[in-house]
């Protein structure tokens, strides 16, 4: 009996883990262009004022980047919530052709504009 009960406990101990590393995705914004998901699983305050997240970006229109399109972006982003500024630690683009293609230089930080998506990046992580 103490056997059962100990690989219940060990297998449902395996069953949590496992399942906490699934993706939550949180619809943060949604407007005529663009929904904005964060995934709540993948935030991570690296210091105080630095918290970086995935975010998934679809897009409702076909976006141009070079001579592709894309409806759809995944990115994980750095933000600096003293100094409201967003960096790009990696994004990768679905192109509507079916490829995809990522990027994973951390590209310059940039200020954070109102009306952006980095605002509500901005908004959810930075003023909770």
């Not at 990115?75 to 600096?80: G, W």
């Not at 994973?104 to 109102?114: H, M, P, V, Y």
Request: aromatic letters at 10%.
């Amino acid at each position: 009996m103490k056997k059962l009960f100990l690989a219940i406990v060990i297998i449902g101990l395996a069953l949590t883990c496992c399942k906490s590393k699934e993706a939550k995705l949180i619809e943060i914004k949604d407007d005529p262009t663009l929904k904005l998901y964060v995934d709540q699983n993948s935030i991570k305050h690296v210091s105080e004022n630095i918290v970086r997240a995935w975010f998934t970006f679809s897009y409702k229109q076909p976006q141009e980047i070079g001579s592709k399109l894309f409806q759809k972006a995944v990115s994980y982003d750095e933000l600096d919530c003293a100094k409201r500024t967003l960096q790009i630690v990696q994004a990768t683009f679905y192109f509507t052709d079916g490829t995809n293609q990522t990027l994973s230089d951390k590209l310059d930080s940039s200020n954070i504009q109102s009306g952006t998506p980095a605002e509500f990046e901005y908004n959810y992580l930075c003023k909770k």
